[in-house]
């Protein structure tokens, strides 16, 4: 059973409007947060985290809110460039090791 | 700046064949890992590696078989190819200071027939 659940495996917004991508998980041990981005045929480059200790944390156009007693946490893009089109998979960690779990990714299809 | 390079980028294997995807990283990475990604399901962890000389299992271990013996590459060995391993696989490294984001590789599509 998949421990991050990403429930929208695609999303369309305009060019200069919010993006709003969603994550949840299961485990209440995870401390840790990701984001990551993925074009086509490239590997995941990391956007934003976020620990436990924190409910929001932003950087440029991009900010990552974290509802701990929800188990979940979202990803806002303001404004979206149509750059910004890609698949974005959330991540989430519970140990010293670094080990991540990933939920499936959403497609953001940012239209000009 | 290599970062992680992942080698080959395509192969197509026929069942029961063998074979080993490399990765090689150059930020001097503790920590170093494989993923395989499938339609529907993210990423998930085959094994891991916190230093030279370790390995250690992940999500989804079965199948697969891993070495670090030099602490700049982990590779990746298919013994016996099935065609469920027809995935893409991405390897990721990433230091040891606290949490630190994973740095992947472009990845590698392996084909099973």
């Known amino acids: 059973d998949q421990q991050v659940k990403q429930n929208s495996p695609s999303l369309s917004v305009q060019e200069g409007r919010i993006s709003i991508l969603n994550c949840d998980y299961t485990?209440?041990?995870?401390?840790?947060f990701l984001w990551y981005k993925k074009y086509p045929a490239e590997g995941p480059t990391f956007l934003i985290s976020?620990?436990?200790?924190?409910d929001k944390n932003e950087d440029g156009r991009f900010t990552v809110f974290l509802n701990k007693s929800a188990k979940h946490l979202s990803l806002h893009i303001v404004p979206s460039q149509p750059g910004d089109s890609a698949v974005y998979f959330c991540a989430a960690s519970a140990d010293n090791f670094n080990k991540f779990y990933f939920g499936s990714g959403t497609k953001l299809n940012v239209k000009p | 700046n290599a970062g992680v390079t992942q080698t080959p980028k395509f192969r197509v294997l026929k069942t029961g064949q063998s074979m080993t995807l490399l990765c090689a990283q150059d930020?001097?990475?503790?920590?170093m890992y494989w993923y395989r990604q499938d339609p529907g399901m993210g990423l998930r962890l085959i094994h891991y590696s916190v230093g030279e000389g370790t390995t250690a299992k992940g999500e989804v271990p079965d199948g697969y078989n891993v070495s670090r013996l030099k602490k700049q590459n982990f590779l990746l060995g298919l013994e016996s190819a099935a065609p469920s391993q027809t995935s893409v696989y991405f390897c990721a490294s990433s230091g040891w200071t606290g949490w630190e984001p994973q740095h992947f590789g472009d990845g590698t599509r392996l084909s099973i027939l």
């Open positions: 485990n209440s041990m995870f401390d840790y």
């Open positions: 930020m001097n990475h503790e920590y």
């Open positions: 976020i620990s436990s200790i924190k």
